[in-house]
């Protein structure tokens, strides 16, 4: 049962344009969502995160949306950059509890 | 520098073996965690502790051993009851109940059974 999933395993894009990386839940009780970023051989990074009761957060390039109806959050990156290729890992969980991963998205970004 | 250390960074096992990977982390941090990334699986969750002596089992504990004896450190023994030990083992610390739930992770070890 994966409560966290990312549906592309893969998502390829040219310098310059947007990344949308999507991620669904199904448990309605999680209240707080985070993306990491990875890159081989490495642990996992922080990079944004966003609690049940927005509906938006920015950080530079990266801004995170959640829809709480649709149990759906995506993770823009804008302008893309070559640097951003790595893995990307959405996860979900209660504010003061344990997470739960999705699979990951390949994001290679193309000069 | 604050941060999380884990080691070895590669280790061959053969079968039949337990082994014990290390974490320690400096942060002052009162949780702390261990993920298993498999290809298209991601982070699933071993075990996590939030509390010096205390532990809980996470997704897939079967198979792995925890100990929680000083704040700063949290060793996973990977046992010869593990079915598929071959993995990338990622260590993670966070404030715990203290605050928001960000994980701070470790640079991982990889564990081939050969």
């Known amino acids: 049962d994966q409560q966290v999933k990312q549906n592309s395993p893969s998502l390829s894009v040219q310098e310059g344009r947007i990344s949308i990386l999507n991620c669904d839940y199904t448990?309605?009780?999680?209240?707080?969502f985070l993306w990491y970023k990875k890159y081989p051989a490495e642990g996992p990074t922080f990079l944004i995160s966003?609690?049940?009761?927005?509906d938006k957060n920015e950080d530079g390039r990266f801004t995170v949306f959640l829809n709480k109806s649709a149990k759906h959050l995506s993770l823009h990156i804008v302008p893309s950059q070559p640097g951003d290729s790595a893995v990307y890992f959405c996860?979900?969980?209660?504010?003061?509890?344990?997470?739960?991963f999705g699979q990951g998205t390949i994001l290679t970004v193309h000069p | 520098d604050g941060g999380i250390t884990q080691s070895p960074k590669y280790l061959f096992r053969k079968e039949g073996q337990n082994v014990t990977l290390s974490c320690e982390q400096n942060?002052?941090?009162?949780?702390m965690y261990w993920y298993r990334q498999d290809p298209g699986q991601g982070l699933r969750l071993i075990y996590y502790?939030?509390?010096?002596?205390?532990?809980q089992k996470g997704d897939i504990a079967e198979g792995y051993s925890v100990s929680r004896e000083k704040k700063e450190s949290f060793p996973l023994t990977v046992t010869s009851a593990q079915k598929n030990p071959t993995a990338f083992y990622l260590c993670?610390?966070?404030?715990?109940?203290?605050?928001?739930?960000?994980?701070?992770f470790g640079a991982g070890s990889r564990l081939t059974v050969l």
């Open positions: 966003i609690s049940s009761i927005k």
């Open positions: 993670a610390s966070s404030t715990g109940s203290s605050g928001a739930n960000v994980l701070t």
């Open positions: 942060l002052n941090h009162d949780a």
């Open positions: 502790s939030q509390i010096v002596n205390d532990f």
């Open positions: 996860a979900a969980g209660l504010r003061y509890g344990k997470l739960t």
């Open positions: 448990n309605s009780m999680f209240d707080y």
